[in-house]
């Protein structure tokens, strides 16, 4: 593992100014670039290890604030471990924060997101790499459909509601994606059930996309959050294989590492 560094950064929007964190390789050269976009429990310090850990193996991660026109991070008081069942209040004060991410917001938040790292120094120039959980599973999603120049590899762990009967559902975007997509669904996600799996892939497949969506057996919603009750670190480990591969492959060929 390469050494890394990570710092708080402002992202100007067009609606504010949206905190993050950056981390990124320590040895002075560009990188190529990874949009991280996190759970509904917000910029934490897990989200910033598991940055730390993709700038380790040598990319520029960013990881925004996406509630940030309701506060700094933290924008909710969590615990250093949470348990929804113990704790039901942690999921009434974000449910508002995320039903507040309409789609125009969060185009127009990537659109920000992906000039910033335009200009960022520790950021090598052609595409990006993007992951998300949970509900940033959603956002990555529709940035890679509106910002397809951009983006080179997609990928979701544990997204909820991906391929819902809404006009406006993430999976509507697939016709305009360009990027590689891998989806690890959690096998215990009431939030995203067998036939919203089998919609986002008839649309991915339907539109040409390469893609790979696989089900992890026994994970439930949040399997890759160790602050968390739901986390299993067999699927967590098995995730992180399946993005560094896929990191590795679109974003390395295009800034001539090996």
């Not at 509904?40 to 897990?46: T, Y």
């Not at 799996?197 to 959050?225: F, W």
């Amino acid at each position: 593992m390469t050494s890394t560094r990570g710092t708080s950064v402002d992202i100007p929007t067009q609606d504010g100014t949206a905190d993050a964190y950056l981390a990124y390789p320590d040895d002075g050269s560009p990188h190529p670039a990874v949009l991280l976009y996190m759970d509904a429990f917000g910029l934490r310090p897990n989200l910033k290890q598991m940055a730390d850990r993709l700038a380790g193996n040598g990319y520029t991660v960013l990881v925004p604030n996406v509630f940030y026109r309701h506060g700094r991070a933290p924008v909710v008081e969590l615990p250093e471990f949470i348990d929804t069942a113990e704790r039901p209040e942690i999921l009434q004060q974000i449910s508002p924060l995320v039903r507040a991410l309409t789609p125009e917001v969060v185009e127009r938040d990537a659109d920000a997101y992906l000039r910033w790292l335009a200009d960022c120094p520790q950021a090598a120039d052609g595409p990006i790499g993007i992951t998300g959980y949970c509900m940033g599973s959603r956002l990555a999603l529709r940035t890679a459909g509106t910002h397809p120049d951009r983006v080179a590899a997609v990928a979701g762990f544990h997204g909820g509601q991906l391929a819902t009967d809404a006009p406006d559902s993430p999976h509507l975007v697939a016709d305009r994606v360009t990027a590689e997509v891998y989806f690890g669904h959690a096998d215990q996600d009431a939030s995203m059930p067998p036939e919203q799996i089998e919609r986002l892939d008839k649309a991915l497949t339907e539109a040409g996309v390469r893609h790979r969506s696989e089900v992890y057996p026994g994970a439930h919603h949040g399997y890759t959050q160790a602050d968390t009750s739901s986390y299993d670190a067999e699927a967590a480990d098995r995730h992180w294989s399946e993005l560094l591969a896929l990191l590795d492959r679109t974003l390395r060929r295009t800034d001539g590492a090996s």
